[in-house]
Every structure is written in structure tokens, then in C-alpha cells.
């Protein structure tokens, strides 16, 4: 028997605070020497968000450590699931997003040697931090084993064009949030990063200049992000690193046929995680 089934799974808030402000999440740890996988949520995600918990449980049952966490402009506070924080919220961006993840890989890195590999988790539109934080953290020579991708953008101008039309005339743009009614304001900078995706945020040429596995893995029924983005990432880099791998879950919609509140799981859920817990505990 593995032993980390005699452990009790326990969830310990870690909090990190950097000159941006303050990162908090969930960290679970599966044992000492048991890999640890970062999951990054996407836009308007949260570490308490439908599917992501119960994915860490699985994890852990599965001898894989996580730290699932919120990001310091994403506006959720703590346990909640409604965005408090506009201020924070309007300002949020992938530079802040980046510069987050960096923070906590550094922290992470510092406190948590024992654990035998680091992966990244990212959804959707988390993707985009994940591969520009690893590219960062690689140039520091911080060591990250790989990339999980599922349901992430090949490019962050996917908005409407008349959205952003409007959006780069007021300089904000207000989104209705469909699960909490909300009007979201998207800020100036993430427009200016979207506007600028061509250049310094190509998504494109940031996963081609990393050399680590990478693991894509996207819904066939993807609502919000199509499944074409995924079968791009992977054409993008499937000649130059022999360790990327694609993976299409049949029927799978954008949250892999799971909600939130999360009331159960499904079988494109469980084939998101089986996936990605053999992938990990296979040599790549």
C-alpha cells in the first residue's frame, strides 16, 4: 500500500503576499516526496470554483499533492464566490496574473523542496500565465517538470470585435457574469495586452520556446473556448518537443460537463483526471 493512503487529507489555507498583494489558496499535501501540481484557474475562476476542489481530492487519493489558489486582482476574497473586490477585479491582467504565479512558484519552490516533481494545471484562460510564468521561471533556473492545459486559449484577442471597439472607448467594459448577475469590468491594461497578442503576448511563440512535457487536454463540446485552440496549441509544438501530447475528451463541454455549485462529477471529469494523474506518474 502506497503511504499516502494512510494519510488524512487536510486542507491548509497558504497565503503569500508580494508587491502585488496578496495570493491565497488550498494546499494539499499527499506526502513529502509526492509531486505537486499548481492549479491555475481562468477568467473569473477561483480556487473554491465548481470542479476544482474536487479535482485536488483526486489528486490526493491519487498521491499527487496541489495548491489551488486565487489571484491577487482575480476579486474573489477568501471561501466566497462573488467577486467583492471590482477595484482589484477592474485592474486584474495577465501581467498580474504572471507575475502571481511567479510568486507563488517562488515560494512554493523555497518551502516545498521535498516534493519530487512541479507541474502546472491551467484552465481556459489561465493557460496564459501559466505558459509565460513558466517560461519566466525556467530563465531563473527554477526547475518546472510540465504543463497541463485544458480548455486554454490560442490567443488572448478571442473577444468580439465590436466588444472591444466599445471596450477601447470607454477604456472599461462591463461584463454580465451569467452565474452571479454581476457587470464585471474588464480594465484598460487587459485590453492593451489583448490588443497587443500578436506581439507580447503570442501565445504562439511562448509555448514554442518551452522545452518541458506539456499535456493539452480540451473538450470536444467546448462551449467557450473551442476545441480548435487546443488542437492549435498542439500543432504549434508537436515537431519540436517530443513530449507534447493531446488529448480530446469526447462530449466534454468547457467545465468537462460539471457546474457550479458543483453537485457531482462525470464521466469527462474523471477522464480529465485520469489523464492527467497517469500522465504525471508517467516518465515524460
Known amino acids: 500500500m502506497n503511504s499516502f493512503l494512510a494519510l488524512k487529507m487536510e486542507?491548509?489555507?497558504?497565503?503569500?503576499?508580494?508587491?502585488?498583494?496578496?495570493?491565497?489558496?488550498?494546499?494539499?499535501?499527499?506526502?513529502?516526496?509526492?509531486?505537486l501540481v499548481i492549479i491555475i484557474n481562468g477568467h473569473n475562476g477561483f480556487y473554491n470554483y465548481g470542479m476544482f476542489p474536487y479535482i485536488q481530492q483526486k489528486l490526493f487519493e491519487n498521491g499527487i499533492?496541489?495548491?489551488?489558489?486565487?489571484?491577487?486582482?482575480?476579486?474573489?476574497?477568501?471561501?466566497?464566490?462573488?467577486?467583492?473586490?471590482?477595484?482589484?477585479?477592474?485592474?486584474?491582467?495577465?501581467?498580474?496574473?504572471?507575475?502571481?504565479?511567479?510568486?507563488?512558484?517562488?515560494?512554493?519552490?523555497?518551502?516545498f523542496r521535498e516534493h519530487s516533481k512541479i507541474y502546472l494545471f491551467a484552465h481556459s484562460l489561465g493557460g496564459v500565465p501559466a505558459i509565460f510564468g513558466a517560461k519566466k521561471i525556467i530563465e531563473e533556473k527554477i526547475k518546472i517538470d510540465g504543463i497541463i492545459?485544458?480548455?486554454?486559449?490560442?490567443?488572448?484577442?478571442?473577444?468580439?470585435?465590436?466588444?472591444?471597439?466599445?471596450?477601447?472607448?470607454?477604456?472599461?467594459?462591463?461584463?454580465?457574469?451569467?452565474?452571479?448577475?454581476?457587470?464585471?469590468?474588464?480594465?484598460?491594461?487587459?485590453?492593451?495586452e489583448i490588443l497587443k497578442s500578436n506581439k507580447d503576448w503570442n501565445v504562439k511563440q511562448a509555448i514554442q520556446s518551452l522545452n518541458i512535457p506539456i499535456l493539452i487536454i480540451h473538450g470536444a463540446n467546448d462551449e467557450a473556448v473551442p476545441v480548435e485552440h487546443g488542437e492549435s496549441l498542439f500543432s504549434w509544438i508537436k515537431n519540436s518537443n517530443a513530449n507534447a501530447r493531446l488529448k480530446i475528451v469526447l462530449n466534454a463541454t468547457h467545465t468537462f460537463n460539471t457546474k457550479h455549485p458543483f453537485e457531482k462529477t462525470s464521466n469527462e471529469l474523471e477522464e480529465l483526471i485520469k489523464t492527467t494523474v497517469e500522465w504525471i506518474h508517467t516518465d515524460n
Not at 13 to 34: D, P, Q, R
Not at 68 to 75: I, Q, T, Y
Not at 160 to 184: D, F, H, I
Request: glycine share 6%; hydrophobic share 35%; with cysteine.
Open 65 to 111: 499533492s496541489s495548491y489551488s489558489f486565487n489571484f491577487s486582482h482575480g476579486g474573489v476574497i477568501g471561501n466566497a464566490d462573488l467577486f467583492e473586490d471590482l477595484e482589484k477585479y477592474e485592474q486584474n491582467c495577465m501581467r498580474l496574473e504572471t507575475e502571481d504565479l511567479i510568486s507563488v512558484l517562488h515560494n512554493l519552490n523555497k518551502e
Open 149 to 192: 492545459l485544458v480548455s486554454t486559449i490560442k490567443t488572448l484577442n478571442f473577444w468580439p470585435p465590436e466588444m472591444l471597439k466599445e471596450w477601447a472607448s470607454a477604456g472599461v467594459y462591463y461584463k454580465k457574469n451569467n452565474r452571479t448577475k454581476q457587470e464585471l469590468p474588464q480594465g484598460f491594461e487587459f485590453l492593451q
Open 11 to 35: 486542507r491548509e489555507k497558504l497565503v503569500f503576499h508580494h508587491k502585488n498583494g496578496t495570493v491565497e489558496g488550498i494546499y494539499i499535501n499527499a506526502g513529502n516526496a509526492s509531486p
